[in-house]
C-alpha cells in the first residue's frame, strides 16, 4: 500500500504495538487496533541525517487508548524554545527540527525528529499507512466500563458520534 498520509490521521485510533519509539531510531512503526499500519521515516537520499533525537513522555501511554491528539510541528532553521543547541556553537547548513505530538486520556507523547544536511537534500520526515484497516472501529478499552461517556453511543453501525468521547477535548 505505502500510501503518504497526514499524520493527524492517527487521531481517533487505537494503537496496540508501536515499534522504534526510541532516541537514534531512524523509523518508527505504528500498529492500531483496526488493523492500519503506519511508518514514520526519512527517505535517505544522500548527504543528509535524520532521525529520532528524543521521545518525551510514557510511550505505553499511548497504547490501548483513542489517540486524541495526533499533531506536526515544523521548525526550519531554526532551534525551537527549550531546545539546547549541540555541541556547543555547531550549526549546520541547513537543519530541520518535526515535533510529533501524541495524547490519550492516559498522557501525551512528543517525539523530536532532527534532520541535518548541506541544503541541498531533504530533512523531513514521511509519514505512510503500509497497511489498510482490517477491522470495524471499536470502543477503546478505557471506557468499556460503560460510563457516563458511553451511554447511548453505540447504534447498529458502531459508534454513533465518538466526539462525545473526547469531553470537550476537541
Known amino acids: ?3 503518504k498520509v497526514p499524520f493527524e490521521k492517527l487521531r481517533g485510533k487505537v494503537l496496540t504495538k508501536i515499534e522504534g519509539m526510541e ?55 531554526e532551534w525551537p524554545d527549550g531546545v539546547e543547541k549541540p555541541y556547543n556553537s555547531w550549526e549546520p547548513d541547513s537543519f530541520t ?3 510529533y505530538k501524541l495524547a490519550t ?5 512528543d517525539i523530536r525528529w532532527f534532520g541535518e544536511s ?9 509519514f505512510i499507512q503500509i497497511a489498510p484497516a482490517t477491522a470495524p472501529p ?12 458511553y451511554k447511548d453511543l453505540q447504534s447498529d453501525n458502531g459508534i454513533a458520534n465518538a ?3 473526547h469531553d470537550g477535548l476537541t
Open 163 to 165: 466526539d462525545i468521547l
Open 97 to 99: 527540527w518535526t515535533f
Open 118 to 126: 548541506n541544503g541541498y537534500y531533504s530533512e523531513s520526515v514521511d
Open 23 to 77: 532516541p537514534r531510531s531512524e523509523e518508527i512503526i505504528f500498529t492500531a487496533e483496526d488493523g492500519s499500519v503506519y511508518m514514520m521515516y526519512h527517505e535517505q537520499d544522500c548527504c543528509e541525517g535524520v532521525d529520532v533525537e528524543d521521545v518525551c513522555g510514557d510511550v505505553d501511554d499511548l497504547i490501548g487508548s483513542e489517540i486524541l491528539l495526533a499533531e506536526e510541528v515544523v521548525h526550519d532553521n
Open 1 to 3: 500500500m505505502n500510501k
Open 138 to 149: 471499536t470502543v477503546p478499552p478505557d471506557l468499556q466500563s460503560g460510563g457516563n461517556e
Open 105 to 109: 486520556r492516559k498522557g501525551f507523547v
